[in-house]
């Protein structure tokens, strides 16, 4: 199958398309950073796992989506800001029968792609895998976990068993869900909890396990994300979630969160389609979110003082 994956020079991307290139999938990088592609081509891409072993993996990396023509597969791994940038430019690479599978962080990205692309080619899913970028071409597998995919309407289509069975080929444990929006957001109330408090704190993730005080405000994150989701008719199980959040933060020792990177390089973060989609989706039912909403504060406060000071620098 011929994949392209955008955001292809990032931890995510990287991991990817690095792991479904070695198992024999033609695979392209597709990123906007020439530094990565140019280093991942020169290179290879080199990808550290948890034991401290390094895999430097042969794939394909390219700037210019004109230069690749049409793939089957696109998985969408840019950050939510520059979705529609990034589908947009990805125009070249679209066939009569391409698909694009979002794995993306947040809620609201699987319309930002319709809008462009038309929702028929969309699917959606999420992973439990966590990479941190050490450079370019250089990539940390810092925690393993299942991914889910599935289509927007539940069905289980052919592009999705071949999708699954590629990811499943490359050693990428992943199901296709039929209740793929109740998963997502299972991934959302984790990232919701963690994500914001984690770059707030400057905390890895097993640290916000180790006081009462992170421990209280994930616990009010959460209450809020299961009762907007109650208010919309996606089941979320509160004690389940509770545990299962838990329990992941106790295995990733030493793991460091998205957004906290984010914070940490100065970038833009994601917190409109994560803390920021349960404080509008709670508007749109009449469900408090008073927790949710001092997050989006907080951190849209950090981040607009560290991007003032680069555009003075």
Known sequence: MKIAILGGGGAMGGLFGGYLARSGEDVVLVDVSQASVDAINRNGLAIEEKDGST???????SSQPSD????????????????????????PMLGASTAILTLQNGWGNADRI??????????????YHSGTLLGPGRVKHSGNGITHVGELDGSQSGRLKTAVAAFHKAGIETTASSRIIDEIWKKLALNVCTLPTAALLHFTADELIQHEGSLALMEGLLAEVVAVAKAQGINLDRSERWQAITSLLKQAIGARASMLQDVEANRQTEIDVVNGAIVEAGKRNSVPTPFNDAMVWMVKSLQAKYLAAAKQR
Do not use: H, Q
């Not at 895999?55 to 990396?61: G, I, P, Q, S």
């Not at 793939?71 to 125009?91: P, Q, S």
């Not at 319709?114 to 992973?127: I, Q």
């Open 68 to 91: 690749i023509g049409p793939v089957d597969l696109i998985v969408n791994f840019v950050k939510c800001y520059n979705t529609e940038a990034a589908i947009t430019a990805a125009g």
């Open 114 to 127: 319709a809008a462009v692309a038309g929702r028929s080619r969309v699917m959606v899913g999420l992973t």
């Open 55 to 61: 895999a430097t993996l042969r794939v394909k990396a």
